[in-house]
Structures are given as structure tokens and as C-alpha cells.
């Protein structure tokens, strides 16, 4: 190098060349040359992009036997298996096409803590999506932290998950169980503005304890003066619901709210028409738009029907949110049925997997890590069949309650809905930093 400091393009090459060569060897900064101190320029090198997987391999959790899977997790593994193969054709996510992995849900939650450490440390997925159960999502939730693995809760409606704990590797891509009970309250007063009798039935577990314990404390509030005239518990999986129609047919309510799901709201719903009960009182029931397939045209009139969320092949309109027109219309084509709520939430959960992977590969201009995959989550906002769908700081999903009162029509194999009532997401969902029931004592 000549004496004035000026650096000849061979010079400047040959600095280039070991340049790399210190970066090879670790070097993060280098120096080029060796002019005056008060000149002397750092330049950061940075690694090549990182590159797209060929694949991306994606645990998948939903029952496929036993009493939640038929009309509930097998509608989850079929809308999956639609959204993964549209997603795939469409050049996958960031050039990578994603690889299922489906794993039955049947076993309880140390069964699923065991499969969720053979997908991770064995199969190698890079994602898990899953959970119906509150308790296996309760089980996974802190295994999924151990093992850094970012876990997608699809289904299940425990409002305690993200109430009691922060998570960083866990999100939930919808609402829960509070949206649910206090969308039924606010229902009930809309359909009932002068209310004055209420019952409750529930799954005599967390869920549905839960569950009337958060109907009652806001159907008080919104109404002190109401009276609260029974409150009963089946069995999980209860077959024999004579007793307990029997007692509320004696209480005589107004509004009678339930949270049963498949298998039980199928036979809770059918012996409660054999007796006339919702002609006698409203039936609100939170998760029984799978109902509806599987008991056509035995579903009975007026019937309050609740879909976990704003869940229905008419709702959003289809000829104006034409995501909502695609995945009925494909899943009416290749299942014969229209979506119901499960498969809702599953298509929601590979959707937010899927903008929240492609935010991040837009934000660093190559393959993400981890850590920014989750930056970009918590402040997602993305499109589903059910409409834009916003993920908050806490983890959990936001959204609105629709409850959809049922009428036969004639022409239809199944019945239909003759009115929609529409709850604002923000009137069903406590802020974060908030319990479900100190957010309902605030109002």
C-alpha cells in the first residue's frame, strides 16, 4: 500500500478475500487496510441468508377416536388436511411445503405430554398444533416452554391457560370459555330483556364448572335481580338426561345455559326435545353447531346455538368475505358437510402459523428464528374464514360471539338459523393482565 493511504482496486480485493477468510474463522467485524485511526471504518459482515427448509414438519393433535372425535376433532384433521394441501400448492411457506403429522388426542394429558416430547425430540416438527382437552392443553402448555417448541392451542376453551401464567412459546388463536358464557348472558338479555328466572347444565368438570360459574357471575352483574333457580352437573359422557330434564322442567326457568359438546349435546339435546323443554325455556347451548349435522332434522326449532366463536357457513356472508365462500364451499365439496366450529378453529390456527412465518421472513429478509416468529405473532392480525382475527400481547386470540337461533326449513336437510345475534369481541374478553372474574366484577 502506498504511502498517501489511497487503496488500489487489487488491494481492495485482496482485503475482501481475507475479510471472509477472518469471518470464516468467527470473525463478526473487520478492518480493511490500515489507514489513520481517526478513518478507520468498521464493517459488519453478516452471514449468508438463511434458507427455507424443504419441508416443515407440523405436529397436528385433534381426537380421531373415542367420544370427541366424531362432528368435533375429526372436523379439525379434516379441515387441516384442507388447509395444508391449499397452502402447499400455493408454493408452501416461504418455498417450504409444510409435512403433517397427525396424532390422535385419546389417552388423556400424560398420554399427550409423552407424545409431545416424541414430536419434538423425536419426529423433530418444527411446530405443534392441537389440543381440544383444557386439561392436555394445561399438561403441554409448560413442556412446550422446556423444550422451546412453539405450540398453536387450536381448540381448547380453558380460560385459565393464559389467565394464571405467561407463556412464551405458547398462543392460542382463539377466544375461550369467558366469550362463550358471557356472550350467553348478554344473548339472554337481548332475547329476554325482562328476565327474572335462570338454570344452568353442565359437564360436571373444570370445563363445565367452569363454565356456569362465569354465565352466573355475568348474567348477576348485567342483571342483579335475576334468580338463579338450579344449577345442575352431569357426568361427562352422560347417556341418561331424564333426571336432570325433569328438575329443570320443575324450576321452571326462562333461560337454561349449557356448555355440553359432542356426544353429550347430541344426547342432551335430543332427550330434552323429546320433552318439550325448549318450548318452555330458552336453550342456550355454547358449542353445538357440530350438533347440527349429526342430528339433521332432529335438531329442534329454537334453539340457541352457539359455535365457540363467530363460526358458520353463513357467517361471515360468504358473497362478501370470499375466505369464508372458499373453505365452505371446498369442505362442503369433499366432506359433504359445511365446517363446523372445530374445523373453524383449526383452519384459524395454520393460518396464524402461516402469516406469522411469512411476517417474519418478510421482516429479516430470510428464514427466522424462533424468537422473531413469536415477535411477530403477538401483534398479528390475519385473515380466517370467520374474518380478521387479532392476536394479543397475552397470547390468546380475541374474538367475537355469535349465538344463531335454529328453524327448520323445509327445502334444507338440516335446520337452518332464523336470526343471528352478534357480541363484539371487546364485550366478551377481559383485557390482558385481567382474571375473567375480575374483569366481570369491574363492569
Not at 185 to 210: F, S
Not at 314 to 329: A, C, Q, R, V
Request: glycine share 8%.
Amino acid at each position: 500500500m502506498s504511502s498517501s493511504n489511497k487503496i488500489s482496486r487489487r488491494e481492495f480485493l485482496k482485503y475482501i478475500t481475507t475479510a471472509a477468510v477472518a469471518f470464516a474463522a468467527g470473525a463478526g467485524v473487520v478492518y480493511v487496510g490500515a489507514p489513520p485511526k481517526e478513518i478507520i471504518k468498521e464493517v459488519t459482515v453478516r452471514p449468508p441468508p438463511k434458507k427455507a427448509p424443504e419441508t416443515i414438519k407440523m405436529g397436528i393433535v385433534t381426537f380421531l377416536s373415542g367420544p370427541g372425535a366424531s362432528w368435533f376433532g375429526e372436523e379439525g384433521s379434516k379441515a387441516a388436511q384442507l388447509i395444508i394441501e391449499k397452502i402447499n400448492a400455493e408454493g408452501g411457506i416461504g418455498g417450504a411445503k409444510i409435512k403433517p403429522i397427525v396424532i390422535d388426542e385419546a389417552g388423556g394429558a400424560e398420554a399427550q405430554v409423552r407424545e409431545f416430547r416424541r414430536l419434538v425430540e423425536e419426529e423433530k416438527v418444527n411446530v405443534v398444533i392441537g389440543y381440544i382437552s383444557s386439561a392436555d392443553c394445561l399438561a403441554v402448555a409448560p413442556v412446550a416452554e422446556e423444550l422451546n417448541m412453539l405450540t398453536i392451542l387450536y381448540d381448547c376453551g380453558t380460560h385459565r391457560i393464559f389467565e394464571e401464567k405467561r407463556y412464551k412459546f405458547v398462543f392460542r388463536t382463539k377466544g375461550h370459555l369467558t366469550q362463550d358464557a358471557v356472550g350467553a348472558a348478554h344473548t339472554a338479555l337481548v332475547l329476554k330483556p325482562d328476565l327474572k328466572r335462570v338454570c344452568t347444565i353442565n359437564q360436571d368438570y373444570a370445563w363445565g364448572r367452569d363454565n356456569a360459574a362465569i354465565f352466573l357471575r355475568a348474567i348477576k352483574k348485567l342483571r342483579p335481580d335475576v334468580e338463579i333457580v338450579c344449577e345442575e352437573y352431569s357426568k361427562l359422557y352422560e347417556t341418561e338426561y331424564t333426571p336432570f330434564i325433569t328438575k329443570l322442567l320443575a324450576a321452571a326457568p326462562e333461560v337454561i345455559y349449557f356448555s355440553h359438546w359432542g356426544g353429550d349435546a347430541i344426547a342432551f339435546l335430543k332427550q330434552a326435545a323429546a320433552f318439550g323443554l325448549h318450548k318452555k325455556a330458552i336453550l342456550i347451548g355454547n358449542c353445538i353447531n357440530n350438533a347440527i349435522p349429526a342430528l339433521g332434522k332432529e335438531f329442534p326449532e329454537g334453539i340457541v346455538a352457539g359455535g365457540r366463536g363467530p363460526h358458520w357457513w353463513k357467517y361471515p356472508d360468504p358473497s362478501k368475505w370470499l375466505l369464508n365462500k372458499w373453505f365452505t364451499s371446498e369442505y362442503l365439496k369433499r366432506y359433504g358437510w359445511y365446517p363446523v366450529y372445530p374445523a373453524y378453529h383449526m383452519a384459524q390456527a395454520i393460518l396464524g402459523y402461516k402469516y406469522a412465518m411469512e411476517q417474519a421472513i418478510k421482516t429479516v429478509g430470510e428464514w427466522p428464528d424462533i424468537d422473531t416468529v413469536i415477535k411477530v405473532f403477538e401483534r398479528l392480525a390475519w385473515p380466517t374464514p370467520s374474518g380478521m382475527l387479532v392476536m394479543r400481547e397475552d397470547h390468546n386470540a380475541a374474538e367475537s360471539m355469535v349465538y344463531m337461533i335454529t328453524k327448520s326449513i323445509p327445502s334444507f336437510p338440516y335446520v337452518d338459523f332464523e336470526r343471528i345475534i352478534v357480541i363484539d369481541r371487546e364485550l366478551v374478553t377481559p383485557p390482558p393482565g385481567m382474571t375473567s372474574e375480575q374483569w366481570i366484577d369491574s363492569w
